[in-house]
């Protein structure tokens, strides 16, 4: 076939010099091989890494995850807790594991604040019209944000054993706690992912998670025990993931966890996953 | 259904909506491989849109389309591991560095941690980019910005790569490099796929352009027979003496009238808006009329000038001039102007690009028939 029109460019080309051509045309061509496409978990890893190259290039967003903890363990523990626990000591060993779950779960809606942002912009469009498994953006960018979770957590429990916190379940107590507290705040993160491709702004998550946030965390056992609690309260707080996961935590850390409380908490994490998760990767998917 | 084609990008009957707004509103077109397709209108004119549904982001309300002979809603995934899109507002990380993002794009695209930097640091040289290698894109200049965004859809040479604007804010340096670069992109047999604003543009990397507006295609050709359509050159040039008026007329169109192609109008000052539409509906009946509007300055002439398919009408231009000056009339001032886009709309559909955004609905209806009716023969 003849290919017309090739003649039309030629000043522009030689404005540019041959060695920037010649440079593009064996770039091109190193571009004719086209390797085996990763599979659906490396892309996912990819994306992590992705993320990951950014929190490197701006260290500051993970200051701002570890400020959080230190401020509301200090808070609660010296305002509050000689009045709630009798006191301050005694209510460290209450509160402590409730501030893993509360800090994680604070920096988990940022997740969705990112995706805001991450779909507005033109890359979204570029990765879309790639060959990639579709929701691997998602799960990358979420798995990235466990890296954020795991060095708040461990910046609470230090900040914990440095004032007094003495955890019986003994170090594998611990790390387990530790772990249980990512897979939760893995979870939590798709309901503010699918919160995140429904608002048009950033600003506008921020608000509505906290106006959603503060009922999940307020209701819940992170900041007192719920036995001097009207039975329907209870009842309600029962069935917070937030408490789940914090009554397993606490348990794993204390020593006296028991298989219902890891059960219920995994439930708890198994069942935000099915509803958020699917409804994320649909509204990602929907033509923006 | 229809065969497949070897056509590189085909569609027929394509429409796209946005609540009351037909964005594309009946697209067909044919691109065969290793051509430039250009698409050429004004903000909001569907290009874009086009270009999204082609490229798998939009699901298309009606018609079909196919890429590589594949559907983009049925085979949507096979589509997307034959084409590459440099969108309009850039898509590359802003928060990565320029080697970061080439990495990323490398590994997605099946590149081992190794390779995908090799490759990155090859793309980035080819690119003139090495010193921009570990700078965050937000830092990145326009121009630089767009070369990044370009090589970040050349990790992998695509069947066919989509431009949306790729020129567009930047400077004629940067502009010209993009455009080499294109070329350099179609001679290795990738088919692309063009939107602009700029008239020029289009002209020099295009094989063909679809003018398009308001989600339809009013007029698509090689970028001669566009030309050919809209009219031509205008030559204005403004006299000394306005008594010398009836000798300027008369040698302007000695000169640039009575070979056939061209057509001498000479008329007052600058009404470039009625003239052209006339000129294009109207014909060499014109020709030769010596115009002098009422109320018009009687020392402003203004000649049409075409190209004639030869790109000849500076030429022509040159020589009359040259000409009223060995007759001994004087000029004050003369310039030389090719068809803006503007002339281009308003040649094409009656009406100026640039009030798309601000013209009514129902102006426009009665405003664009005639000239789209009068079109479509070309």
């Known amino acids: 076939m003849s290919e017309p029109g090739t003649g039309g460019a030629a000043s522009a080309l030689t404005l540019d010099g041959d060695e920037l051509d010649a440079a593009v045309r064996a770039a091109l061509r190193t571009g004719e091989t086209r390797p085996a496409r990763p599979g659906a978990a490396a892309m996912c890893l990819i994306f992590c890494q992705r993320a990951l190259f950014k929190i490197r290039r701006d260290p500051q967003q993970v200051f701002d995850a570890v400020l959080f903890p230190v401020m509301v363990t200090l808070v609660f523990t010296f305002l509050f807790g000689g009045a709630i626990a009798g006191s301050t000591d005694r209510y460290l060993q209450f509160l402590l594991p409730g501030v893993v779950v509360l800090t994680v779960v604070m920096i988990s809606m940022n997740t969705g604040v990112a995706l805001n942002v991450a779909v507005s912009t033109g890359i979204d469009d570029r990765f879309r019209s790639m060959p990639i498994w579709r929701p691997a953006m998602l799960v990358g960018e979420l798995l990235s944000d466990v890296v954020r979770y795991l060095m708040a957590s461990v910046v609470a429990v230090l900040l914990g054993l440095l004032l007094g916190y003495r955890p019986h379940g003994g170090l594998l107590g611990v790390l387990a706690a530790l772990a249980m507290v990512q897979v939760f705040a893995f979870s939590l993160a798709w309901v503010w992912t699918a919160l995140g491709l429904v608002v048009d702004k950033p600003q506008t998550i921020m608000t509505l998670s906290g106006i959603g946030v503060f009922p999940l965390l307020f209701a819940s056992n992170i900041f007192v025990a719920t036995h001097s609690m009207p039975g329907w309260l209870q009842a309600l707080i029962n069935i917070n993931p937030v408490t789940r996961t914090v009554t397993a935590v606490r348990g794993l850390m204390a020593g006296d966890v028991t298989g219902w409380h890891i059960f219920t908490a995994f439930l708890a994490d198994a069942v935000l996953i099915a509803v958020f998760g699917p409804l994320t990767v649909y509204l990602y998917n929907r033509e923006r | ?378």
């Open chain 2, 1 to 378: 259904m229809a065969p497949a084609s070897d056509l590189a990008i085909e569609t027929s009957g394509l429409v796209k909506t946005f609540g009351e707004t037909r964005a594309v509103d009946g697209v067909d077109l044919a691109v065969r491989p290793g051509t430039v397709q250009g698409f050429l209108g004004p903000n909001g004119a569907g290009k874009t849109t086009t270009i999204r549904v082609l490229a798998t982001l939009l699901h298309p309300d009606s018609g079909t389309a196919r890429v590589c002979g594949h559907d983009v809603v049925r085979e949507a995934a096979t589509v997307r591991s034959k084409v590459s899109l440099t969108g309009q507002f850039a898509s590359v990380d802003e928060d990565l560095s320029g080697s970061d993002n080439l990495f990323v794009l490398a590994r997605l695209l099946g590149y081992r941690p190794a390779q995908a930097r090799d490759r990155s640091a090859e793309l980035l040289t080819a690119f003139g980019l090495e010193e921009q290698a570990d700078v965050l894109v937000k830092n990145f200049s326009g121009g630089l910005r767009r070369r990044l965004d370009v090589a970040a859809s050349l990790v992998v040479r695509p069947d066919v790569l989509f431009l949306d604007e790729p020129t567009t804010g930047l400077d004629p340096v940067s502009r010209s490099r993009v455009w080499a670069v294109v070329r350099a992109i179609v001679d290795t047999g990738t088919t692309v796929v063009l939107t602009t604003q700029y008239l020029e543009e289009a002209d020099r990397l295009a094989d063909r352009i679809a003018v398009i507006d308001r989600g339809r295609i009013i007029a698509d050709g090689t970028s001669d027979e566009l030309k050919a359509s809209v009219g031509a050159n205008a030559l204005r040039v403004r006299l000394r003496d306005p008594e010398q008026r009836e000798t300027a007329v008369r040698v302007l169109e000695r000169e640039l009238g009575p070979d056939g192609e061209l057509t001498a109008r000479a008329s007052r000052g600058r009404s470039p808006g009625g003239e052209s539409a006339q000129e294009t509906a109207g014909t060499a009946e014109q020709a030769g009329e010596t115009a002098g509007s009422p109320g018009g300055d009687p020392a402003a002439l203004t000649i049409r000038v075409t190209d004639g398919g030869d790109g000849k009408g500076v030429e022509r231009a040159t020589r009359a001039l040259a000409e009223l000056t060995r007759e001994g009339v004087a000029l004050a001032d003369f310039t030389f102007e090719r068809p803006s886009l503007d002339e281009v709309f308003l040649a094409l559909t009656g009406h100026h690009a640039e009030t798309r955004g601000k013209a009514g609905k129902k102006g426009h209806a009665a405003g664009s028939q005639g000239g789209r009716d009068g079109q479509d023969g070309s």
